[in-house]
């Protein structure tokens, strides 16, 4: 099992910036493949972006291309959103996900149900 902690949330101004942590602990993050996920009051959960155990992968949908940034530092366990150019419709509550991927290379998933591992989620407020 890994737990997975989201921090970074909070109310900005559109057009602003917001950097969303997700801190592992339990088990070997290098292990795991992760991503975020975000959820709007009234609408389903929907993929935000994934990066691959390494890191050297990543997959992002279209609304947020250019303006977000995945990453992740196994050395201290904590995977990231870097947020850009914040819209309107980017307020939601944001989620990092994980799974276990037992061999290496790079592989992703975009799919919520691929993903086992939660965080709490963190509100993200875009004021316009």
């Known amino acids: 099992q890994v737990q997975l902690v989201e921090s970074g949330g909070g109310l900005v101004q559109a057009g602003g910036s917001l950097r969303l942590s997700c801190a592992a602990s339990?088990?070997?993050?290098?292990?795991?493949?992760m991503a975020w996920f975000r959820q709007a009051p009234g609408k389903e959960r929907e993929f935000v972006a994934a990066?691959?155990?390494?890191?050297?992968?990543?997959r992002y949908t279209d609304s947020v291309k250019g303006r977000f940034t995945i990453s992740r530092d196994n050395a201290k366990n904590t995977g990231y959103l870097q947020m850009n150019s914040l819209k309107s419709e980017d307020a939601a509550v944001y989620y990092c996900?994980?799974?276990?991927?037992?061999?290496?290379?790079?592989?992703?998933?975009?799919?919520?149900?691929?993903?086992?591992?939660w965080g709490q989620g963190a509100q993200v407020t875009v004021s316009s």
């Open positions: 996900a994980a799974r276990e991927i037992p061999s290496s290379g790079s592989v992703i998933y975009t799919s919520n149900y691929a993903y086992d591992h």
């Open positions: 339990g088990r070997t993050f290098s292990r795991f493949a």
């Open positions: 990066i691959s155990r390494s890191g050297d992968t990543t």
